[in-house]
């Protein structure tokens, strides 16, 4: 079912998500939990991932959306109480939005490269070494489980443009 995005100000975005029992991640509750935030995904066009506070479920689970995958049978789609094991050294100022934190834009400083390990949807843990996008998207949906936003690290802050926004919404 698709559930809305909250925005900033929404409790949950700001709260400590807690981790789900491994027990009892294969639940129906969890399952349709799941299936609700990558239905939600599905309806924005610039989407890339989306952390269960966004919908105002605090728990420690992220989806990713599929087309961010070369290989999406060979990925995990979901994330399950994920841990950033290791970061590099090297980082840099990415461009980045939230879709909590609707129509801003800024620049974080994100690590180049990570390693992170986590549950998928039937329980079984994992570890995925990332690099690029999905190396800057492991970093952003965990900060949502710290209750921190984007918006709390960034620079150059600022109001995407109506022709910005347009574009995104394919008008």
Not at 5 to 23: C, F, M, S, T, W
Request: glycine content about 6%; charged content about 35%.
């Amino acid at each position: 079912m698709i559930k809305e995005i909250v925005q900033d100000g929404h409790p949950a975005l700001r709260a400590k998500a807690k981790e789900v029992p491994v027990e009892e991640i294969q639940s129906e509750a969890i399952q349709e939990l799941i299936q609700d935030m990558h239905d939600s995904l599905a309806t924005q066009r610039d989407g890339v991932a989306l952390a269960a506070p966004q919908i105002g479920v605090e728990k420690r689970i992220f989806v990713v959306a599929p087309f961010i995958f070369k290989h999406p049978e060979r990925e995990k789609l979901v994330y399950i109480n994920p841990r950033i094991l290791s970061k590099s050294r090297d980082a840099s100022w990415k461009h980045e939005g939230c879709l909590s934190c609707r129509w801003k834009v800024g620049e974080v400083k994100r690590n180049e490269e990570v390693e992170i390990e986590a549950y998928d949807e039937n329980g079984e843990k994992f570890r995925v070494h990332a690099d690029g996008l999905l190396a800057h998207i492991f970093q952003h949906e965990t900060d949502h489980f710290e209750g921190i936003l984007f918006l709390d690290k960034a620079r150059n802050l600022r109001d995407m443009t109506e022709e910005e926004i347009r574009e995104i919404q394919g008008e």
